[in-house]
Structure formats: C-alpha cells, structure tokens
C-alpha cells in the first residue's frame, strides 16, 4: 500500500507543472505614453524626515546584516554598488507620504528587465523579493510585461501610463502609503494600498494590493508590524542606478472599523 501510494504522489507530482516566473506576465493593454513635465527637485516639507540628504547614507543599512550601507555616494545622489546587496532605511514606518529620486544611467544597455532594474519596497518584510514592490527600472522605449514596467506594483497591476523619462534624465515617485493591518490570529483587517504618481503622472490611484511581492507564484499577506523601506540591488548586468532626493512624512494609520 505504501508502495503504490508513493507511486501515485510522484504521478501526480510530475503531471503538475512548476510555477513559471511567466505564469504571472501580464504583456496587454500597454499603458498609454504620456510625456511628463520638466523635472524639478521637491524640496521637503517642514515635518519631513530626509532619508537621504546628498551627503551620506547614515538613514540606510545592509538588509544582509544590518552594517553600513556600501552603496556609492558621489556628487548629491548615491548609486547601486551591484553585489553589495538589498540596503533599507534604519527605522521602520506604518503608512506615510514618500518622495523618491532616481536615474537610469544614460549608458544603460540591454533590454526588457535587464534595463537599469531595481525596486522600492514599501514595506520590508525581509531579505530577496520580501515586501511590496513599486517597480524601478527603464521604461523609456523598453517593451516588458506591464506589470513589470516602472510605476507598477510589481507582478500585480500595470501603471495608469508610462511616463518614463529617458535614461540619464532624473525621474520622481511620490507614493501615499496606507500600510496593512492585521488582526491577533494573523488575518488580514486592512489590506496594503497605494497611491503613486510617476514624474507627476498619476500611476497607481488608491491601488488595493494584493499581498507581497512574488516573482514566481502569487501574492500573499503574512503579518508584520512597521517595517523598514526598502532599495533593492537586483545584480543585472546593466550600469547601475543613482538616487537623489529623499524624504518621508508618517501619517497616522486611521481605526479599521
């Protein structure tokens, strides 16, 4: 009996596929292109915190080991030090306002999502692809699957439009965080959303998302309290990215009724 029960899991096993990354792809409709506005720097508000001030990274660490951050820092913004891993800020958040600089380099080479990638994650719940994603990378001409392109929510939901500056041109996020909230036993009482805009451009608006971030497989939740903003070091071979500006507000998280 054990025999054949053995046999007829590994029968089973082998009739069912293995997840694919491109079983979450999403290629159609394209977001349309809009063309942004001139770049301008957004100097912070009065009640902001800077979480980097063009000088050094002392806001960030390894998400590795918690050490200094070894990202590069030159001339006001710092820049993917590839290999040196997954950096995220020092304190954690629950929801708040965020605004974020950042440069594809205006060498970058290759295609798709080896295009000057990387990721902001909201909200870190641990090393590799843990969290939830707001895309980075270059999607300036570059065809990719829409809910992987820059202003997505990563393997999620594709960006309103694709207001992409071109590479070596700086680009902004400003994104409206509303941090989950999860019940004693685990549920979730309040899902994630977001709202962001991409060089100006609204991309997400109120977006419900629908847990953390997947690259094979679908999303989920699993509980956890404020949580540090991540940057991520995604290793393609492309020059890497800079980031310039920035700073954060913390909103008060409203009674789930």
């Avoid at 915190?49 to 918690?66: E, I, N, T």
């Avoid at 895309?135 to 960006?159: C, E």
């Avoid at 109120?206 to 509980?223: A, C, D, E, F, W």
């Amino acid at each position: 009996m054990k025999t054949l029960l053995t046999m007829a899991m590994l029968l089973a096993a082998q009739a069912t596929p293995s997840a694919r990354p491109e079983d979450t792809e999403v290629w159609t409709p394209e977001p349309p292109v809009v063309v942004p506005g001139a770049f301008s720097a957004a100097p912070p508000p009065a009640d902001a915190v800077r979480l980097f001030d063009g000088r050094d990274l002392s806001q960030w660490a390894s998400v590795k080991d918690g050490s200094a951050a070894r990202w590069t820092v030159a001339d006001g913004a710092f820049t993917v030090a590839k290999g040196t891993g997954n950096i995220q800020t020092r304190r954690s958040f629950g929801s708040y306002q965020l605004h974020l600089e950042w440069r594809i380099p205006a060498g970058i080479t290759g295609d798709g999502q080896a295009r000057g990638n990387s990721g902001l994650f909201l909200a870190s719940t641990g090393d590799g692809d843990d969290g939830y994603e707001l895309q980075i990378m270059d999607s300036y001409r570059n065809k990719t699957y829409v809910n992987g392109q820059a202003g997505s929510i990563y393997k999620q939901f594709a960006p309103l439009a694709n207001p992409a500056r071109a590479p070596g041109e700086w680009q902004s996020y400003d994104v409206i965080w509303t941090a989950p909230i999860f019940a004693a036993d685990g549920s979730v009482m309040r899902p994630a959303s977001m709202t962001a805009f991409f060089n100006g451009v609204l991309v997400q608006d109120h977006t419900v998302l629908k847990g953390t971030t997947r690259y094979i497989g679908s999303p989920s939740y699993k509980p956890h309290g404020r949580a540090p903003i991540k940057l991520q070091d995604h290793g393609d071979p492309s020059a890497p990215i800079s980031f310039g500006n920035i700073w954060i507000r913390e909103l008060p998280d409203a009674a789930v009724k």
